[in-house]
Structure formats: structure tokens, C-alpha cells
């Protein structure tokens, strides 16, 4: 028995290759199917079958395609409904791995197709289960993705859940394994663990969805202070149900590098110039009106928080030899139409002549000296990070619903822009400046080092 977490930090996300004598299953695997292949053919192993846990809402998953290339069969549990070959698998049903065997608990909960899958060993002994957005290290899949208007509520899709945790999940051996199909970093959850992986006897004892609860106060707990889900994710869940392009055709059409006049021309049709590179180079130069999303920080889940279209075309700046990534990472979260990528980079579009613009910052020390005049300071964390701790005067923009929001900002005025650590911070000054706001500053280093100086803040009483 072979059993290895792929993890993948930008998207919090974690797939699963399990092996035995030969056979191989993947689980909840991304968009580009390369690494599972080989993987595979690296260990002489045919992958059999592809395990869905769910319809993802946060990434397109690579199941289609995987399919195709390996002749694998999609499994999804009770109820799941889509648009190509699936084994619909009934609750209870069990399938051969080499000498393990997998069987399907139906846990609806967090949509009503999740399932988890129960892995057990040579010898017929439970080892492992891999719980999708059902069960979290510390926490529980969030109830309000699957909601139909007049049909059910996210209060009924949590009681769903506190049943299928106590009917399917706790009764299980306290020694087997619990994987995740998320960590910490995931808008699929509130408050999960940075930990992938646990004894589900540690998660009886710690996690409080498998605790002394009530199911009254286990939905009231899940439904309340609950962020609304990023604007993506029912896009992606539609893909995922229905079908998509192959991530060969999304690479044959995107990765092309276009001279300065190229992209100049694109840009003049209304394409999307997203520069992926550090923020400390795009305050430096960047193009005017382009989107900063680096590569350093969550650049998926950030784009498909903010890019609303998915067919928005797109043009990308990136650093040499990272212009596959960022093309692959907007695949994953189902933005395929990207145009290409600006040979030479930033040095190519100020050698052809053409003009840069600078974002305007401001130190910690700069700021406890002078302050910021006359600018109207914009914190752009989260409502609960801002409640912990805020800067005198800050109006609070949470950077997950931006665009959203733009309507309420008055663009005549000067914003003094943070967020935690610099990275939120640059992406809300870009896309203002691309909306015509013409003073915008960045607080280098944001709340964390802002903290530290003698700058007035509201903090939160002492209990």
C-alpha cells in the first residue's frame, strides 16, 4: 500500500494518490494531469479509478481529462448529477484497489453529493478516510454552496452534516487517519487547521464539530459569522458538474509571448494586463491600469475572488520562466482565456518605448513621522482581522469583496491603503488605480508592522 497527499499551498487544496499491487486511484485531483501520470507510470501503476469527493466550488478539478488519458472511472457519490460518464456509486458501495478496498459513505452536509471514502487496508482493517470539505482538521465544510432558492437553506444543509458526522464519520476506529481535501488558507471552511492530516480520535477530542454539541448550536455555529463565498465558486462548481476544455488546449492558446506592441494593442480591446510578479517590483513599474496579483500570495483564490468574468481575456506580466505557472494557476480556478504573456517582461515594454507607472508607499517609520495627510487610511482584511486591531480613522474594504464595494468609494480622494503584511494591500491599490483613482499609497509591511509603531490604533478590551 502506497498512499502520498499532494498538497498544493496556493489554493489550500490537497489531492490523493493511493496505490496497491498495481492500481492506482487519484482523489479530488487538480486541472493539470501531468504529475498524476507520471506519478503512475513512475511506479508501474494503471490509474483505475478518479475519486470526487464533491463538486469543487474553489478549483476546476482535473477528472475529465484524466479520464480521457488513462481510461480511469470518474466516481462521485449519492445523488451527483453531471454532464459526461460517471459511476454514480450508492452508499455503502465498495470498489478494489489492488488487495485495498475503498467504500463510499454518502455524507451530504457541505453539498448534497459529498461523500467521503473509507480506506481499507490488506488485511480489511480501516486505515484512512479521505473526507472532501465534509471534515477538516479543526473544523467542518462550510453549508451555504448548495442552496436552490425556496428549496433548502444553509440551516438545513448543516443539519444534514451533524447527522452524516455522527452516522458515518464517528463511529469509525479513533486509530484511522483523516485527509482533508482542505487546509488552512481555504475559503471552503472558517477556521481549519494548517495541520492536512489527523487521527480522528484527536479530531473527536479537539474538533468541535465532533464534540458535545447540539445540532441546534452545531447549525447555529456553522451559519453564523460565515463570509459569503468568493463570486467564482459557483462557476467553478458548474464546470465541474458539466465539462470544460482540456488544460492542453488552454496551454496551446496561452502561452505565447507577445511583443510591447502586442500587448499594447490588446489592451486597447479591453483585455486584463494581470502582473504577477513581487509587489515590491510592480510599486517600482508597472503598466498603467494592470492588476497586481503576485505569484508570492494566493494569486488563484485572489483571482477568482476578483476577475468576475471568466472569459475576461487576460494578459500576462510575469518574471522569466514563470509564465506556465501563472497561466496553470488561472486554468485551475477556470479563467482560460489568457492571451499570452509579455515577452521580456517589463524591460521589453519600457524598451519599446512605452511608459510605466509607480505606486506610491509609505513606511511604518515614514508613517508614525508624518502620517498620511490628508489620505483616508483603507484596511483591506478581513472584518474579523480588522476587529482584532485597526489603525484610528481605517475604513475597513475587505479586499474579498472589492469589486463589489467599488461603487461606495469616493474615487476623487487619496487612499493609504494595508492589509496584513503588503501583498492584499498592492492588489486593492492596482485595481484602484485602474478604476481611475489617482492617489493611491501603500503602507509597506501593513498591520503587522503598523502595530509596532506609536500609531494610534482601536484594540480590542482585555477580557
Not at 496561452?254 to 513581487?278: C, F, M, P, W, Y
Not at 515590491?280 to 494592470?290: K, Q, T
Not at 514563470?322 to 515594454?349: C, F, P, T
Not at 492617489?439 to 509596532?452: P, Q, R, S
Request: proline share 4%.
Amino acid at each position: 500500500m502506497y498512499i502520498e497527499q499532494l498538497y498544493t499551498g496556493c489554493l489550500s487544496e490537497a489531492a490523493y494518490y493511493i496505490e496497491s499491487n498495481g492500481e492506482a486511484v487519484i482523489i479530488d485531483p487538480l486541472r493539470e494531469t501531468e504529475p498524476y501520470i507520471k506519478m503512475a507510470e513512475a511506479r508501474g501503476a494503471k490509474i483505475k479509478y478518479i475519486f470526487e469527493t464533491h463538486f469543487h466550488a474553489d478549483f476546476v478539478s482535473g477528472h475529465i481529462d484524466l479520464a480521457e488519458k488513462t481510461g480511469a472511472q470518474i466516481v462521485y457519490g449519492p445523488t451527483a448529477k453531471t454532464g459526461y460518464k460517471i459511476i454514480e456509486a450508492e452508499d455503502g458501495q465498495m470498489f478494489n484497489i489492488g488487495k485495498l478496498q475503498m467504500k463510499v459513505l454518502h455524507t451530504p452536509g457541505h453539498t448534497p453529493e459529498s461523500s467521503c471514502f473509507l480506506l481499507f487496508d490488506e488485511h480489511g482493517v480501516e486505515h484512512s478516510i479521505y473526507t472532501g470539505d465534509t471534515l477538516f482538521i479543526g473544523d467542518v465544510g462550510r453549508p451555504d454552496l448548495a442552496q436552490k432558492t425556496g428549496e433548502i437553506t444553509a440551516e438545513d444543509m448543516a443539519g444534514a452534516l451533524y447527522d452524516s458526522l455522527r452516522t458515518k464519520i464517528m463511529p469509525l476506529p479513533n486509530n484511522i487517519t483523516v485527509y482533508p481535501a482542505h487546509g488552512a488558507g481555504s475559503a471552503c471552511g472558517k477556521n481549519m487547521s494548517s495541520e492536512t492530516s489527523a487521527l480522528l480520535g484527536d479530531q473527536k477530542e479537539t474538533n468541535y464539530a465532533l464534540g458535545d454539541i447540539s445540532r441546534e448550536d452545531f447549525i447555529s455555529e456553522l451559519t453564523t459569522g460565515i463570509l459569503p463565498p468568493p463570486q467564482y465558486f459557483a462557476k467553478a462548481a458548474a464546470q465541474n458538474k458539466t465539462g470544460y476544455k482540456s488544460i492542453e488546449d488552454v496551454f496551446e492558446g496561452s502561452i505565447k509571448a507577445l511583443s510591447a506592441h502586442d500587448v499594447n494593442g490588446l489592451i486597447d480591446e479591453q483585455v486584463l494586463v494581470l502582473d504577477t510578479r513581487h509587489q515590491d517590483d510592480f510599486r517600482v513599474a508597472h503598466i498603467a491600469n494592470s492588476w497586481f496579483l503576485g505569484l508570492n500570495g494566493g494569486f488563484a483564490p485572489w483571482a477568482g475572488a476578483l476577475i468576475e468574468d471568466l472569459h475576461q481575456a487576460i494578459v500576462i506580466i510575469a518574471d522569466e520562466g514563470n509564465e506556465k505557472e501563472a497561466i496553470m494557476r488561472l486554468a485551475r480556478v477556470g479563467y482560460d482565456n489568457v492571451k499570452g504573456y509579455l515577452g521580456g517582461g517589463i524591460s521589453a515594454w519600457k524598451n519599446a518605448g512605452f511608459e510605466t507607472r509607480s505606486l506610491a508607499s509609505i513606511t511604518p517609520e515614514e508613517l508614525e513621522v508624518t502620517g498620511v495627510g490628508d489620505a483616508q487610511i483603507m484596511d483591506v482584511r478581513k472584518p474579523s482581522e480588522f476587529e482584532q486591531g485597526n489603525m484610528v480613522g481605517a475604513q475597513n474594504v475587505p479586499l474579498d469583496f472589492f469589486v463589489d464595494l467599488l461603487g461606495e468609494i469616493d474615487m476623487t480622494k487619496t487612499y493609504a491603503i494595508h492589509c496584513k503584511g503588503g501583498y492584499r494591500s498592492v492588489i486593492a491599490a492596482s485595481i484602484l488605480q485602474s478604476k481611475g483613482v489617482k492617489g493611491t499609497i501603500d503602507l509597506v509591511g501593513g498591520f503587522d508592522v503598523i502595530k509596532e509603531t506609536k500609531v494610534a490604533l482601536n484594540l480590542p478590551e482585555l477580557a
